[in-house]
């Protein structure tokens, strides 16, 4: 079970300026929650991920590992798909249950700066699995484009727990809860193209939200061509 080192993360979001300033009151009150992650502890990052061949060429769905992924968006205009990458990252529970206990004590400024930080964290978080992934497929030759997550245009949310079962999530201790949504909640789910001579995607994950022009996280969970 790959493992992150979550004061590196806290540093990576310590270094970036909030939008009001270090002494503006969101700026004090994510300083706040920063530390607050860093002194109890709360962060406990971990990701899992597989490189699954296509049981059979792209049709109209993907079929990985006796799963179904409605996932076509991921078929290249050239080259060949082999196969998808899935992987699954988490903080754990300590920061959401601190966050749930920081609502519930009526802190409720703290308790929302702790959980936008958490976002922010699990966003810092992702391009690690990627990264590795690209690694992976480079050791094959292989390349990598595109990047979906369930409830995405392109892979409907009910492939949670598919991709769940793929990726061997329960070994960082994440499943899939009513409504499709993973436990821990800071916890996040992708899906990958793999193959050979893949090109540069036209298209992003993001591009048809409609915060994306201002959004701090738009572009990152692009997963362009890599060899």
Known sequence: MPTVDGSRLIRELAAIPCADGP???????RRDALGLVEREN??????CYRIVPLDEPPSNVLRAGGEMLDAMRLV???GQLTAVAVGICTLGPALEQRATA????????????????????????????????VIEARKHQLTVAGELRAG???????????????????SIGVR??????????????????IGIDLPPVRWSRCDDCPSASKCRMSGRATAPAMS
């Open 176 to 193: 899939v809860m009513h409504g499709q949504v993973l436990y821990p909640l800071k916890s996040m789910s992708m899906v990958l193209g």
């Open 23 to 29: 002494l503006g009151q969101r700026g004090r009150f």
């Open 102 to 133: 920081l609502f519930a004590e009526r802190r409720i400024s703290l308790a929302l700066a702790l959980d936008k930080l958490g976002n922010e964290l699990l966003f810092a978080l992702s391009p690690r699995v990627q990264d590795r992934i």
């Open 152 to 170: 995405d245009p392109g892979l409907p949310l009910e492939a949670q727990a598919a991709v769940q079962r793929l990726a061997g999530a329960e």
């Open 42 to 47: 709360l962060l406990n990052a971990a990701y």
């Open 76 to 78: 290249p205009e050239s």
